[in-house]
């Protein structure tokens, strides 16, 4: 009986080696792979679920990244786009005819990010399910108590962020149809704000 326990604990060891081995290695080539992108385009559907109103939208769009420059356009079901560029954050919103010009500062400093930058935060693996490894990952936001990716260990690439904030507010992004380091079907030039747009600057 006890060699039948104790190969079991040296079995249950040895899965957990595994497992823990396996999980870093698809974070660090997953964060590998996307810090040497030059450009990449990819398809998204972020929900969005309010809990003060017990209420959710979906919004569907495309992310453009080339070198430094990220920006997320939503297209349905209403069109507006964020860009981060150098210092520089632009948010457009066609609907309501408005736009926004941040610099980065220390006060607006967690705005300056794109989905990307989770891959060099803090993580610690929670378990695989599927085709996916999930993470979670200590963001410095102290507002977000819950932060988790989705790797898929197949492809190795990014495919889901899911954050709540403490007012148990939720955001899902789920990224699809990556395609890296070909020609952007959009370049990152042609997100201007209209002429004549009113636009506040901070």
Not at 3 to 31: E, G, H, P, Q, V
Not at 84 to 98: M, R
Not at 100 to 126: H, Q
Request: glycine residues 2%.
């Amino acid at each position: 009986m006890k060699k039948i326990n104790l190969l079991l604990l040296l079995t249950l060891i040895c899965c957990t080696a595994y497992s823990t081995t396996a999980s870093d290695n698809l974070f660090l080539k997953t964060k590998e792979k996307y810090a040497n992108i030059v450009t990449l385009e990819a398809d998204f559907t972020q929900g969005n679920y309010y809990a003060i109103y017990d209420a959710a939208n979906t919004s569907f769009g495309k992310i453009y990244i080339e070198n430094d420059s990220f920006v997320m356009e939503y297209n349905e079901p209403e069109y507006y786009f964020f860009k981060l560029e150098g210092d520089q954050l632009t948010v457009y919103s066609e609907e309501h005819n408005t736009a926004s010009v941040y610099v980065k500062t220390d006060e607006y400093d967690g705005l300056f990010s794109n989905f990307l930058e989770v891959l060099s935060m803090e993580y610690s693996f929670i378990e695989r399910e599927r085709n996916y490894f999930i993470y979670s990952i200590t963001h410095s936001n102290e507002e977000i108590v819950d932060f988790k990716i989705h790797i898929n260990w197949r492809t190795e690439q990014l495919e889901k962020v899911i954050y709540e904030d403490n007012m148990d507010n939720q955001v899902v992004i789920i990224i699809e149809n990556q395609v890296f380091d070909k020609p952007l079907s959009k370049q990152i030039k042609e997100f201007t704000i209209p002429k004549g747009t009113p636009t506040l600057t901070e």
